[in-house]
């Protein structure tokens, strides 16, 4: 698919202004997160820019350069203004095109992915006799988002976090319309691996996050999820199919200064509902420090065993997600103070063969093998390969487990604990509540620092 994408104005010529801003800034910022956001994450998608600086072209010479290129979609960028008064967005086709077109059915799928994300008044679909839309050979939609002039716009046009919402908005929409296919679905895992650069019950944080983010060259957007019935805002800094790519990402992240980055692992094929993402993978990589695991447990138990080691030493060695593993140890042992069936010299740190106070489960004979049975049993359920041999098999239930049948954490609801419907999900939520402790934590070192 071949898009041609038009940032409207430039150089001598600034558009509309108002409130401190110019339409040809606000438009050329945009356009060019939505060429990155498809390039990046779509297959077989060219984009042509009629400018990526601030430079003057004609409209003549924009529509033929889409004409002699021969883009398949001609997509315009604007911001409106009027007299102040006004304020929304609103995007438009040729007065020729006919409600059944072709034209108009792209407009139609765009108008309604934009409106999800640019909190917008929607003024409607509409159609007007601009040159670029009369002279482009090829579908063509003008989009105006938002009145420069008006106050309430403007401020949304000032924040970046915006600016990428809105870009989303368009690239979801041409994506599909053109029902492009994602680069970030791998046939072989399902998966997608997305960088999280701070996740935040605030999303003024979280704003704040994505402006300090671009000042570093790294564009992040904040995306809103539900964890437990709970809102957070996550900064996401990228999407990959190889979960190289995505740790190169997060590297850059946490080189820019944040170090509570982390990777996400997304199974395509799940389904999603209010309690968040199902596909958070067992496997993967440990990213929380033994540090922050144990500063995190003694927050509410401050006598807990320091486990922190043990669970990122065995997640490395089974691949799978040990900091999320403490996690799930944190959620059965209620923080490690044993207030349940099984007792603390036990050392089983997720309930292995509890069933209830009447049967308390697997013994162990140190807390380093209740961890490490630990890591055996959810390696059971996230793979099919055969245990690695450098530690002795100390799982009791190991070979009881369907190999492969939970890929995900959610995938354990009804597997680890029945009925367990949310077994999954309240993990998820303390790990998110890890994840947001560990920030805060990083701040305050930050803090002292600069003190």
């Known amino acids: 698919m071949k898009l041609y994408l038009d940032p409207g104005h430039g150089g001598s010529d600034t558009g509309a202004v108002g409130n401190g801003l110019r339409e040809k800034d606000i438009t050329l910022d945009i356009a060019l997160r939505i060429r990155s956001i498809l390039t990046n ?29 021969g883009a398949d979609y001609y997509l315009s960028i604007h911001c409106n203004a009027f007299n102040g008064s006004p304020g929304g967005y609103e995007d438009f086709i040729h007065t020729s095109q006919s409600s059944s077109s072709v034209t108009a059915q792209y407009q139609t799928i765009i108008h309604a992915e934009v409106m999800k994300l640019n909190q917008l008044q929607d003024r409607g679909q509409k159609k007007a006799n601009f040159h670029v839309l009369r002279e482009s050979a090829m579908p063509a939609l003008l989009t105006e988002n938002g009145f420069i002039d008006n106050a309430q716009d403007a401020a949304l046009m000032k924040q970046s976090s915006w600016r990428q919402q809105v870009a989303q908005g368009h690239a979801n929409g041409v994506a599909k319309a053109f029902n492009l296919k994602s680069k970030t679905t791998d046939p072989g895992t399902g998966a997608i691996y997305k960088v999280i650069a701070g996740s935040f019950k605030s999303k003024e944080n979280a704003v704040e996050r994505v402006a300090f983010l671009r000042t570093k060259g790294i564009e992040s957007f904040v995306d809103t999820v539900l964890i437990s019935g709970e809102t957070w805002y996550r900064v996401q800094a990228g999407a990959f199919s190889n979960r190289e790519n995505a740790e190169n990402r997060l590297n850059e992240v946490k080189n820019a200064g944040i170090q509570d980055a982390f990777i996400l ?18 496997q993967g990589q440990t990213f929380l420090s033994p540090e922050h695991m144990n500063l995190f ?34 959620h059965e042992t209620d923080f490690l103070r044993f207030t349940g069936g099984v007792q603390p010299e036990q050392n089983n740190f997720c309930g292995l063969g509890a069933t209830g106070p009447d049967n308390p489960g697997a013994s162990f004979a140190t807390p380093r093998e209740g961890v490490l049975a630990h890591l055996q049993h959810l390696f059971a359920y996230a793979s099919t390969k055969p245990l690695p041999d450098e530690y002795p098999l100390v799982d009791p239930r190991f070979d009881l487990v369907a190999r492969g049948s939970a890929a995900t954490w959610v995938g354990l609801n009804g597997k680890w604990a029945v009925p367990g419907t949310n077994y999954g999900q309240s993990i998820l939520s303390l790990y998110e509540r890890m994840i947001d402790e560990a920030r805060k934590n990083l701040e305050n070192v930050l803090l002292e620092l600069k003190g």
């Open 265 to 282: 692992a997304e199974n395509t094929s799940g389904t999603s509902n209010e309690e968040g993402p199902t596909g958070y993978s067992i």
């Open 41 to 69: 994450n779509y297959e077989d998608v060219q984009v042509m820019m009629s400018r990526t600086g601030d430079t003057s072209k004609t409209l003549s010479q924009r529509t033929n350069e889409a004409n002699s290129w």
């Open 297 to 330: 447990v003694k927050t509410i138990n401050p006598a807990a065993l320091e486990l922190g080691m043990y669970y990122l030493t065995f997640g490395e060695y089974y691949g799978i997600r040990g900091d999320i593993a403490f996690a799930q140890a944190m």
